[in-house]
Nanobody, 119 residues
């Protein structure tokens, strides 16, 4: 089992910045990927950014060039630096940790952090 605790989020004006952090505990040696997903009202949960234990990163097209994901695997922490925020970035952001591969894959989720971009 993996437990995830998020911090950060809040209200920011368009063009502003926020930082989200997430710390994993429990069976952390089995984690191979960590990342962030978001869900806006009335929409499906979508990928924002992920990072593997090998430091490979992946971003949604909508956040490329504005968001940066980083991971500290010794501290089991992943962070998301969000710059030049737009109103369409408003959503609940969920930290994710993934263990296993293929049919053995399992996803763990944080409690969710509200990010609101509004003037």
């Amino acid at each position: 089992q993996v437990q995830l605790v998020e911090s950060g989020g809040g209200l920011v004006q368009p063009g502003g910045s926020l930082r989200l952090s997430c710390t994993a505990s429990g069976s952390t040696l089995s984690i191979n990927t960590m990342g962030w997903y978001r869900q806006a009202p009335g929409k499906e949960r979508e990928l924002v950014a992920t990072i593997t234990s090998g430091a490979y990163t992946d971003y949604a097209d909508s956040v490329k060039g504005r968001f940066t994901i980083s991971g500290d695997w010794r501290r089991n922490t992943v962070s998301l630096q969000m710059n030049n925020l737009k109103s369409e970035d408003t959503a609940v952001y969920y930290c994710n940790a993934r263990t296993g591969w293929g049919k053995g894959r399992h996803d763990y989720w944080g409690q969710g952090s509200q990010v609101t971009v509004s003037s």
